[in-house]
């Protein structure tokens, strides 16, 4: 029988109106407070405010840089993709529609394209002969992000070259990948209370990162997504998302988060 997969929408409804996030915790409108636990599908990885982002946004955005026009920071933007992904062709999106057309025109020929999230080993070793395409989890977590290809030189001829994205958004862009290259302590946090209670639990964890060996069906997964929103928790709202843990808890986040898991 096949299994009904949860209704993200609807579960994301459920939660009450988020006021503000602050790195890792979001505050709703009555003053509660929720620990992320989606992290926006990992584009939150590293906060809701990462350092230097809100300064590079307004520096960008008072030279009034928002048509999306050739510009010298597109050339940035590759530097520290090529950073990420040393040996990589990049091609650059402004949105997921036009990332898919892409693949949609590259066709047989673009091979099997492969996620790649944060703190999962080095991407130079990422590429595959199954898949020779990345589409990587980039720490971008704002509206209008650009979706990023990263190619194997030798496919690079099959992909046509992407419109011009707004410069403001390929400084902001920029700078979070050297924030995520600067901040490899992410990738290990230390919560020993966490770690005893994934050693005896059905939580499977790889880096930062936990899945359930079979996803639950839509049932099972709002009982659940319940749960641990009524603790103070919020879970991704699409069962193929892990869980991603949080860079800081206080003591009492922690003991909690461990007796849920």
């Not at 704002?142 to 410069?167: D, I, T």
């Not at 919020?234 to 949080?246: E, K, R, S, V, Y």
Request: charged share 25%; with cysteine.
């Amino acid at each position: 029988m096949e299994t009904k997969e949860a209704d993200p929408a609807g579960l994301l409804r459920q939660i009450p109106a988020i006021r503000r996030a602050r790195d890792f915790r979001l505050y709703t409108d009555r003053g509660r407070r929720l620990v992320d636990l989606w992290q926006l599908g990992g584009a939150a990885v590293l906060g809701h405010t990462p350092a230097g982002v809100l300064r590079e946004f307004k520096n960008t955005a008072e030279r009034g840089l928002f048509a999306p026009l050739p510009h010298p920071l597109e050339g940035r933007f590759i530097k520290a993709l090529a950073r990420l992904f040393p040996g990589g062709d990049f091609r650059v999106y402004a949105d997921k529609f036009s990332l898919h057309r892409a693949l949609d025109l590259a066709g047989n020929d673009a091979g099997e394209v492969s996620l790649w999230r944060p703190f999962l080993g080095e991407p130079a070793f990422a590429f595959s002969p199954d898949a020779p395409v990345l589409h990587p989890v980039l720490p971008l977590p704002w509206p209008g992000a650009p979706h990023v290809l990263v190619l194997e030189k030798s496919r690079g001829r099959f992909f046509p070259p992407p419109a011009p994205v707004s410069p403001v958004i390929l400084a902001v862009a920029a700078r979070g990948i050297y924030d995520l290259l600067t901040a490899p302590e992410r990738g290990s946090p230390r919560f020993p209370k966490i770690e005893k209670a994934l050693a005896q639990g059905r939580w499977r964890r790889r880096g930062i990162y936990l899945t359930l060996p079979e996803p639950p069906d839509a049932a099972c997964y709002a009982d659940l997504f319940r749960d641990f929103l009524d603790r103070g928790f919020l879970l991704p709202p699409d069962t193929g998302q892990p869980l991603i843990l949080p860079g800081l808890l206080s003591p009492g986040e922690e003991a909690a988060l461990a007796e849920l898991l």
